[in-house]
């Protein structure tokens, strides 16, 4: 052995087992993460209770106009008819009410 094989370092092969083997363990835990993130998010139900909004009813203005909505919708207050929806509320005085099945 000569002194230059001797006293210097030698290049060592790539650990190509060690490199597979984490990206192999890398990819494992990573879809275990999401299979557990997917079946978490599928256990969860957020239920709403349910609006009895009543039958459905057509209201004819006196300008022609119609509007198409639910029984339980319409307020009668002081002799005059309202829409009261979520947002808003129209007056609907002077409408007559008939109750159609729209679609």
């Known amino acids: 052995m000569t002194r230059l094989e ?3 370092n030698k290049s060592k092969p790539f650990p190509w087992k060690g490199l597979f083997l984490y990206l192999f363990l890398a990819v ?3 879809m275990g993460i999401l299979g557990f993130s997917h079946y978490y998010q599928s256990t969860i139900k957020i239920e709403a209770p349910e609006v009895d909004l009543g ?5 004819h203005l ?3 106009q119609k509007v198409y909505t639910y029984e339980n919708l319409i307020v009668k207050k002081d002799g005059k008819t309202y829409y009261k929806g979520e947002h808003n509320t129209i007056d609907l005085t002077g409408g007559e009410i008939v109750y159609e099945n729209w679609e």
Request: hydrophobic share 50%.
């Open 6 to 8: 001797l006293y210097h």
């Open 28 to 30: 494992v835990i990573a």
């Open 55 to 59: 039958p459905k009813v057509v209201i």
């Open 62 to 64: 006196p300008n022609g």
